[in-house]
């Protein structure tokens, strides 16, 4: 089943891209649920791993670097309503330094700059480095991905 195949699972699920071996999604691939959320980027032995796009069914997306199926490294989440976070992420959740910003463009008062831990600034200090890396990730992503 190597190579590259469609496949349309029973639930609904889609997709389009590169199999290994064993029959698992690895490579670049295009998987959308049944719910209208999409992912497009790269997979590792059927986990998305890598730089890629992931748009959900409620509007909110993520752009950058996957790690065994989740957030994992640098990236940009947005959320639906306008509000978005560049920075770390762990295990699929935000977790290192970055910076969140309202809907409106502000940053709060104080900056909403630093290590976080979950959606709370654990320590306020610059966090421009990871700012820019997780800027370079989200396009990195948006231009593999072709999105």
Same mark, same amino acid.
């Given at each position: 089943?190597?190579?590259?195949h469609?496949?349309?699972?029973d639930?609904?699920?889609?997709?389009d891209?590169?199999?290994?071996? !064993? &029959?698992?999604?690895h490579?670049? #691939?295009? =998987?959308?649920?049944?719910d209208?959320?999409? /992912?497009v &980027?790269?997979?590792?032995? &059927? =986990?998305?791993?890598?730089?890629?796009v =992931?748009?959900l069914? !409620?509007?909110s997306?993520?752009?950058?670097?996957?790690?065994? #199926?989740? /957030?994992g490294?640098?990236?940009?989440?947005?959320?639906k309503? &306008?509000?978005?976070f560049?920075?770390?992420?762990?295990?699929g959740?935000?977790n290192?330094l970055?910076?969140?910003?309202?809907? !409106?463009?502000t940053?709060?008062?104080?900056?909403?700059?630093?290590?976080?831990?979950?959606?709370?600034?654990?320590n306020?200090c610059?966090?421009? !480095?990871?700012i820019?890396?997780a800027?370079?990730?989200?396009?990195?992503?948006k231009?593999?991905?072709q999105v």
């Open positions: 089943m190597a190579g590259r469609k496949f349309k699972y639930d609904g699920d889609e997709y891209g590169e199999w290994n071996e !064993d &029959g698992q999604r490579g670049f #691939g295009r =998987l959308t649920f049944s209208k959320t999409s /992912y &980027g790269y997979f590792k032995e &059927g =986990l998305c791993h890598g730089h890629g =992931l748009k069914s !409620d509007g997306s993520y752009e950058g670097e996957f790690s065994e #199926g989740k /957030y490294g640098y990236g940009v989440f947005r959320r309503d &306008g509000m978005k560049e920075g770390q992420f762990v295990d959740k935000v290192g970055g910076l969140a910003t309202f809907a !409106d463009g940053t709060g008062r104080p900056k909403n700059e630093g290590t976080f831990q979950g959606n709370r600034v654990i306020r610059g966090a421009k !480095d990871a820019r890396k800027q370079v990730a989200a396009q990195t992503a231009v593999q991905a």
